[in-house]
T-cell receptor, first 113, second 111 residues
Framework: GAGVSQSPRYKVAKRGQDVALRCDPISGHVSLFWYQQALGQGPEFLTYFQNEAQLDKSGLPSDRFFAERPEGSVSTLKIQRTQQEDSAVYLC???????????FGPGTRLTVT | KQEVTQIPAALSVPEGENLVLNCSFTDSAIYNLQWFRQDPGKGLTSLLLIQSSQREQTSGRLNASLDKSSGRSTLYIAASQPGDSATYLCAVHDAGNMLTFGGGTRLMVKP
């Protein structure tokens, strides 16, 4: 079936703008993860959902970052009042259940000018 | 807090060479370890997943080993090809549910 999809693939925002990044996980996957990848580094965990419940948001760098998955499928990562340090690739991953193999989407490259 | 380190950070080899990428982690209480490939501007492609009870996994020219007690994993690539050029990432899955990634090894295979 279809893999994990993310939109938009590229986003340019002016400093101070709000952005919303979308993730469509693999159908039937219970667990959904968001990661942030800075240039030249490995991805870092942001937050984790099991169905619609956000079970871990310990990686969110500030209260400007907010994620939701209201119906247990599509998820949105929202960043308010973007700053230059928010520039990164935002990766979404899903797995059948927690602890199983994670499958990644192509990412959204956010550039804040 | 789990920390994952990958050595070397970059590697350049001639085509046909066998090579080993190293990954170490600080907390041995892991559920599994995954090796990923990332091409420039792309997402992550899972190569191999090793459960904590396993010692190794093989897929084609790739072989990954896991020594949980010493906190080490290696990815062996046989008969490297230019198409293998990419960044290779290892990630451990522990009780925190998320994956903790290393910084990656950037591999260049020259024709």
């Amino acid at each position: 079936g279809a893999g994990v999809s993310q939109s938009p693939r590229y986003k340019v925002a002016k400093r101070g703008q709000d952005v919303a990044l979308r993730c469509d996980p693999i159908s039937g996957h219970v667990s959904l993860f968001w990661y942030q990848q800075a240039l030249g580094q490995g991805p870092e965990f942001l937050t984790y959902f099991q169905n619609e419940a956000q079970l871990d948001k310990s990686g969110l760098p500030s209260d400007r970052f907010f994620a939701e998955r209201p119906e247990g499928s599509v998820s949105t990562l929202k960043i308010q009042r973007t700053q230059q340090e928010d520039s990164a690739v935002y990766l979404c991953a899903s797995s059948l259940v927690s602890g199983y193999e994670q499958y990644f989407g192509p990412g959204t490259r956010l550039t804040v000018t | 807090k789990q920390e994952v380190t990958q050595i070397p950070a970059a590697l350049s080899v001639p085509e046909g060479e066998n090579l080993v990428l190293n990954c170490s982690f600080t907390d041995s209480a892991i559920y599994n370890l995954q090796w990923f490939r990332q091409d420039p501007g792309k997402g992550l492609t899972s190569l191999l997943l090793i459960q904590s009870s396993q010692r190794e996994q093989t897929s084609g020219r790739l072989n990954a080993s896991l020594d949980k007690s010493s906190g080490r994993s290696t990815l062996y690539i046989a008969a490297s090809q230019p198409g293998d050029s990419a960044t290779y990432l290892c990630a451990v899955h522990d009780a925190g549910n998320m994956l903790t990634f290393g910084g990656g090894t950037r591999l260049m295979v020259k024709p």
